[in-house]
T-cell receptor, first 114, second 117 residues
Framework: GENVEQHPSTLSVQEGDSAVIKCTYSDSASNYFPWYKQELGKRPQLIIDIRSNVGEKKDQRIAVTLNKTAKHFSLHITETQPEDSAVYFCAASRLPNAGNMLTFGGGTRLMVKP | DTEVTQTPKHLVMGMTNKKSLKCEQHMGHRAMYWYKQKAKKPPELMFVYSYEKLSINESVPSRFSPECPNSSLLNLHLHALQPEDSALYLC????????????????FGQGTRLTVV
């Protein structure tokens, strides 16, 4: 089955700095890579996703890059704000055969210091 | 409406109890999922339903019994649980026919925080 590794497990940045979280996956058939943000005591919420036919996707301060050859993808947050503090999970799945069954990475606790 | 609603929010049960977790969505999604999340860990997939049929059971013990009464509802029946089953149980749903690529976002409910004593 799929195995997703995520680094770092914790990340502390100063407000306004950039944050980068990296993930690697093992199953070359995986083709959909979402990123979820989970605040303490709340549900995971999708913040951005990318499919394997695209190398990069951006949404305001958030961007995701994908390297299919190396089987890794990264989340970039620019101009971080205290409200970005949360746990971020990367995930992978195989569309369409596996629906949206997500295998998650271990999570990154991001702390943005004012 | 992009809500997945789970009840109850919190549940404390003894090891001999029988209880049920409920999940509801009205987005017309035909795939629904149960995930288990232990503290400081990622969600782990337990079950997948597609068009009200159980598609995937990720080797979950039989003390967890899922049920999908209709396209909007998903239940998880609990019986004879162990303290190590204490966790946040998350329900999720996504659009599209299982096996056909469609709108891919999986929406999560707030979860039921289960404590087994």
């Amino acid at each position: 089955g799929e195995n997703v590794e995520q680094h770092p497990s914790t990340l502390s940045v100063q407000e306004g700095d950039s944050a980068v979280i990296k993930c690697t996956y093992s199953d070359s058939a995986s083709n959909y890579f979402p990123w979820y943000k989970q605040e303490l005591g709340k549900r995971p919420q999708l913040i951005i996703d990318i499919r394997s036919n695209v190398g990069e996707k951006k949404d305001q301060r958030i961007a995701v890059t994908l390297n299919k050859t190396a089987k890794h993808f990264s989340l970039h947050i620019t101009e971080t704000q205290p409200e970005d503090s949360a746990v971020y999970f990367c995930a992978a799945s195989r569309l369409p055969n596996a629906g949206n069954m997500l295998t998650f990475g271990g999570g990154t606790r991001l702390m943005v210091k004012p | 409406d992009t809500e997945v609603t789970q009840t109850p929010k919190h549940l404390v049960m003894g090891m001999t109890n029988k209880k049920s977790l409920k999940c509801e969505q009205h987005m017309g999604h035909r795939a629904m999922y149960w995930y288990k999340q232990k503290a400081k860990k990622p969600p782990e997939l337990m079950f997948v339903y597609s068009y009200e049929k159980l598609s995937i059971n990720e080797s979950v013990p039989s003390r967890f019994s899922p049920e999908c009464p209709n396209s909007s509802l998903l239940n998880l029946h609990l019986h004879a649980l162990q303290p190590e089953d204490s966790a946040l149980y998350l329900c999720a749903s996504s659009q599209g026919k299982f096996g056909v690529e469609g709108n891919t976002e999986a929406f999560f409910g707030q979860g039921t925080r289960l404590t087994v004593v």
